[in-house]
C-alpha cells in the first residue's frame, strides 16, 4: 500500500469510483471507446470471455441458492439468474444494483439485492454456491485471508465456489491506465470525464492463490486464459 494514502481512504475511494463508473462500466466489458483496443485484441477477449461462460457453464449452480459478490451491473447476474432457484447479489453500489435490476427486467424476482460493503457484510444464512467476478482483485493484500475464510463460511459443505478476475495484461484495461508494478497493489483509474480515483488492483499468482484456498477449506483449481482471464472453480471441503 502506497505510503501517501491509507487503505481506508483506497477503499473508500473505490467505492466512490465504481459508483460514479456504473454508467459507463459495460463500455470496458463490451470493449468499446476507451477500451478498443483494436480488431485482434477484441477478438481474444470475446473468445476468452466464451472459455470463462462455458466453465462457469459447468458449474451445478440449477435450482441452488446462490450468493453473488459485487454483482455489478448484472454482466454475470443475468446467467446466474437463469439457473439458480434463488440468486442473492450484493454490491457496495446502489447505481450498480439499478443497472443490474433493469438489465435482468422480469427475472429481476429470482434475485434478492442487497447494497452493502463486502469487507462489513455478512450473510445470515450458508448458500450452495458463490460466485465473484472482478472482485479478488480489489482485495488488499492483509485482507485476502480474511476474504477467502468468510466465503468458506458463506458455504454448506460441499457448496460450489467461482470466481474470475483478470490478467495482468495492459490490452484489458483503458488505453490511458497504467497497471501497477508488481510492488504496488494500487492504480489509478480515469472516467471518460477525466475523473481520477485510486483503487487497489492485485495480479494473484494462481499457485499461491490455490494455496491460501485450501488453507481455509476452499479446494479450489485456478485457470488462465491465454491473455485475459483467471478463473477458479472448486468446493468447499
Not at 187 to 210: H, P, Q, S, V, Y
Amino acid at each position: 500500500m502506497s505510503s501517501e494514502i491509507g487503505e481506508v481512504d483506497v477503499l473508500r475511494q473505490q467505492v466512490q469510483y465504481y459508483r460514479a463508473r456504473a454508467t459507463e462500466y459495460d463500455d470496458w466489458f463490451l470493449r468499446l471507446g476507451r477500451y478498443d483496443r483494436g480488431e485482434d485484441a477484441t477478438r481474444r477477449w470475446f473468445e476468452q470471455v466464451e472459455e470463462v461462460r462455458h466453465a462457469l457453464r459447468g458449474c451445478p449452480l440449477d435450482g441452488k441458492n446462490v450468493l453473488e459478490l459485487a454483482s455489478g451491473t448484472g454482466i454475470w447476474t443475468e446467467e446466474l439468474s437463469n439457473r439458480a432457484a434463488h440468486l442473492t447479489a450484493v454490491d457496495a453500489s446502489s447505481e450498480m444494483i439499478a443497472l443490474n435490476r433493469e438489465r435482468l427486467g422480469g427475472r429481476v424476482e429470482r434475485v434478492t439485492f442487497i447494497e452493502a460493503d463486502l469487507f462489513e457484510w455478512a450473510p445470515t444464512r450458508e448458500f450452495d454456491a458463490v460466485v465473484f467476478c472482478f472482485w479478488i482483485s480489489h482485495i488488499p493484500v492483509r485482507r485476502i485471508d480474511e476474504f477467502l475464510t468468510s466465503v468458506a463460511k458463506m458455504l454448506v459443505p460441499g457448496g460450489t465456489v467461482f470466481f474470475l478476475d483478470a490478467r495482468k495484461e495492459h490490452t484489458g484495461t483503458a488505453a490511458d491506465h497504467v497497471l501497477p508494478s508488481s510492488d504496488e497493489e494500487v492504480m489509478t483509474r480515469r472516467l471518460d470525464d477525466g475523473r481520477e480515483f485510486t483503487i487497489i488492483k492485485n495480479f494473484w499468482n494462481a499457485a499461491a492463490l490455490e494455496d491460501k484456498c485450501r488453507r481455509v477449506g476452499l479446494d479450489i483449481r485456478i485457470h488462465e486464459t491465454a491473455d485475459y482471464f483467471q478463473f477458479g472453480v472448486g468446493t468447499r471441503r
